[in-house]
């Protein structure tokens, strides 16, 4: 339920800082305004002040902003006063704020009003987020482009294809009077053929955006010394992991976030998969299966110079189906029996390389872009979720079905409730629905001053 009482949140991060701030936003702020700094800043003006006490002793001088409604980011009165960034100072001021009757703001809770208030539709809140929690460049440029309101427009481009397609079939079923034959109206199926183009244009865009939003997750397995640790020092740039001889150097999950041309990429290595492991080390094998049940992508280790093995087997055929499995093939500088190469065998991917010398590191950084179908251009991409992408495939596959009825079985009332739960897909991603349960999850991942 829609609320209008006064919220009031820290907005920049807790610790120690040259600025922080206090966000304040609900209707009617002229009270509290006039409660701490004894007077109503002129709208949208920064005004040098000091910040009051009740007994008017002075909790802190600097900053304070007014943006009366509906000229603000909440589209509500909202009041920031920006004082040093100390967390004491800021605590005072907040608690300051609670007594002049604000309450303090629920994670996300800003960002909910916005919408409420049709300042930003869902899917801006939500780049809102992701532009917060960007881990490259190319994730922020692409959220910035979700914040401006681009993803929602091609999904409103989307809606006025498809409603205008429900209101001529529609109005064929209700005033059958007009006779009108959609069913011969060679347009009409080609405008379906042409919105089943732009959804599987806008869900390749999204599928895009959302690698650069969530990335993949990559665990390393494979017997110990296969050469885990030093694939991970490699593609992290770093020595991250230990690095020895010794069976078992690795004895528990680490983990690395890395970008690969602008492509999130979390690098998960593993303890040495083993029988005659001792007590930690069966601690470690532990983690790093289940690790692999969280995977989004395996790469199986194989020293090169052992060739592949029984156990090597074992191994492969215990990673869950689900998953995308890559063997890479380590040191084959060793004994020079292949070289660098990628092939496919039995429809899975098989690498060849030397972590040593370096060779063949580049087939495997390209291998695990093309998995995750990044192709490298971020420019034009939006930012999405996986909500996104469910309902942009469920939109997609209710305009087949529909399609489907019409082409076999001219059946126009089965196209017409296709084209309606098609709808019903798309309206989730802006946020024009109902739907209190799905609303509250999103915000609720929100950091307290959003």
């Known amino acids: 339920m829609y609320q209008h009482d006064v919220i009031a949140a820290q907005a920049t991060p807790p610790g120690k800082g040259g600025v922080g701030i206090i966000r304040v936003s609900g209707d009617n702020l002229k009270k509290i305004s006039n409660a701490i700094l004894g007077k109503?800043?002129?709208?949208?003006?920064?005004?040098y002040l000091p910040f009051f006490t009740a007994e008017k002793e002075i909790i802190d001088i600097g900053l304070a902003i007014y943006f009366p409604a509906?000229?603000?980011f909440t589209g509500e009165d909202v009041l920031e006063l920006h004082g040093h960034?100390?967390?004491?100072?800021?605590?005072?001021?907040?608690?300051?704020?609670?007594?002049c009757g604000a309450r303090l703001a629920n994670p996300g809770e800003f960002s909910f009003r916005a919408?409420?208030?049709?300042?930003?539709?869902?899917?801006?809140?939500?780049?809102?987020?992701?532009l917060i929690n960007s881990t490259t460049e190319a994730a922020a440029k692409s959220a910035m482009r979700s914040l401006k309101g681009e993803f929602s427009e091609k999904v409103h481009e989307l809606l006025e294809e498809l409603i205008y397609v429900r209101v001529y079939v529609e109005s064929s079923i209700d005033f059958p009077e007009e006779e009108i034959d959609f069913l011969a109206?060679?347009?009409?199926?080609?405008?379906?053929?042409?919105?089943?183009?732009?959804?599987?244009?806008?869900?390749?865009?999204?599928?895009?955006?959302?690698?650069l939003n969530e990335g993949m997750s990559v665990v390393i397995l494979g017997q110990p010394n296969a050469g885990k640790s030093s694939l991970l020092n490699c593609l992290a740039g770093h020595d991250a992991a230990i690095v020895t001889d010794i069976e078992g150097t690795t004895r528990d999950v680490l983990k690395e976030s890395i970008d690969i041309d602008g492509m999130p990429l979390h690098i998960i290595d593993t303890a040495g998969l083993r029988e005659d492991a001792d007590v930690v080390e069966k601690e470690g094998?532990?983690?790093?299966?289940?690790?692999?049940?969280k995977a989004d992508h395996v790469l199986l280790l194989i020293d090169d110079s052992k060739s592949f093995s029984e156990k090597d087997q074992q191994i492969l055929a215990s990673i869950p189906s689900n998953l995308q499995v890559t063997i890479v093939h380590n040191k084959i500088d060793i004994k020079g029996i292949h070289t660098e190469a990628l092939t496919e065998q039995n429809g899975r991917t098989e690498i060849y390389l030397s972590i040593k010398n370096r060779v063949g590191i580049e087939l495997l950084t390209n291998h695990l872009k093309q998995a995750m179908g990044f192709e490298g251009e971020s420019d034009g991409?939006?930012?999405?979720?996986?909500?996104?992408?469910?309902?942009?495939?469920?939109?997609?596959?209710?305009?087949?079905?529909?399609?489907?009825?019409i082409m076999d079985h001219a059946a126009g009332e089965l196209l017409s409730e296709d084209l309606k739960i098609a709808q019903a897909a798309l309206n989730e991603i802006t946020g024009e629905f109902d739907n209190e349960d799905l609303l509250g999850e999103i915000f609720s991942s929100f950091c307290i001053g959003k």
């Open 70 to 72: 509906p000229n603000s």
């Open 115 to 130: 919408f409420q208030n049709d300042k930003i539709d869902l899917a801006q809140a939500e780049a809102i987020s992701d």
């Open 185 to 211: 109206d060679e347009a009409l199926l080609n405008r379906i053929d042409k919105l089943l183009e732009k959804i599987t244009e806008v869900l390749n865009k999204a599928k895009q955006g959302a690698v």
């Open 381 to 405: 991409l939006f930012i999405a979720r996986r909500r996104h992408l469910n309902a942009l495939e469920r939109a997609k596959q209710a305009v087949e079905a529909g399609h489907k009825q």
């Open 285 to 293: 094998i532990k983690r790093a299966w289940n690790e692999v049940e």
């Open 40 to 47: 109503v800043p002129s709208p949208r003006l920064a005004e």
């Open 85 to 99: 960034g100390g967390q004491v100072l800021l605590d005072l001021l907040l608690k300051r704020v609670l007594e």
